[in-house]
């Protein structure tokens, strides 16, 4: 396997743009993760889906972000209107069970909003 | 609430001096703690997982061990290969379940 798959690997967008980050999860897996990290504030978990449905998405920061997983390999994180603010790496994680499991990350989309 | 403290921010080392970082942490019930690997540019990469007070596990010149309230991770006679950013996460039953919540990690930098 590929392991997880996300694109673009690089985003600058205008104030005011919608940006979408993708993520393909390791074939099998059932939990799927969005997290964001800063350098001030590490990396936080945005929002969780376990079987493509969203369990827990008290991290997203606004009603600007939303995210969906309309099937077990695909989940997109959309922003909404994109703010200078919401400058990160996005990380998407899939794991294969919830309990004690560890969960593999991809390689990050590195957003930069103008 | 959930909590994972990491000490000290940034490490550096000699090639070849031993250390050890730190990962303090509160939870509502242990399900795993967890270590991660993150070189620049790139996404976080496991380590290891441990589930109770007592466990040790190694890899290479790596040893991580846990106690009720905190985790090491031994780096024995490091190399500059081992230069990363080393993160902590724990797993908890309760509060925030399903998820992972991650330390700001400890910088170690390791120079010939």
């Known amino acids: 396997d590929a392991g997880v798959i996300q694109s673009p690997r690089h985003e600058v967008t205008e104030m005011g743009q919608e940006v979408t980050l993708r993520c393909k999860p390791i074939?099998?897996?059932?939990?799927l993760f969005w997290y964001r990290q800063t350098m001030m504030r590490g990396l936080e978990l945005l929002i969780y889906?376990?079987?493509?449905?969203?369990?827990?998405d008290s991290g997203m920061p606004e009603d600007r972000f939303s995210a969906k997983m309309p099937n077990a390999s695909f989940s997109t994180l959309k922003i909404q209107p994109s703010e200078p603010r919401d400058s990160a790496v996005y990380f998407c994680?899939?794991?294969?069970?919830?309990?004690?499991?560890?969960?593999?990350f991809g390689q990050g989309t590195r957003l930069t909003v103008v | 609430e959930d909590q994972v403290t990491q000490s000290p921010e940034a490490l550096r080392l000699q090639e070849g001096e031993s250390s050890s970082l730190n990962c303090s942490y509160t939870?509502?019930?242990?399900?795993?703690l967890f270590w991660y690997r993150q070189d620049p540019g790139k996404g976080p990469e496991f380590l290891f997982t441990?589930?109770?007070a007592g466990e040790e596990k190694e890899k290479e010149r790596l040893k991580a061990t846990l106690t009720k309230k905190e985790s090491f991770l031994h780096i024995t006679a490091p190399k500059p290969e081992d230069s990363a950013t080393y993160l902590c996460?724990?797993?908890?039953?309760?509060?925030?379940?399903?998820?992972?919540?991650f330390g700001k990690g400890t910088k170690l930098s390791v120079k010939p």
């Open positions: 889906f376990n079987n493509n449905v969203p369990i827990d």
């Open positions: 996460a724990v797993q908890s039953y309760g509060g925030s379940q399903g998820n992972l919540i």
């Open positions: 994680a899939s794991s294969s069970n919830r309990g004690g499991t560890e969960a593999f």
């Open positions: 074939s099998g897996h059932d939990y």
């Open positions: 939870v509502s019930g242990l399900r795993g």
């Open positions: 441990l589930y109770s």
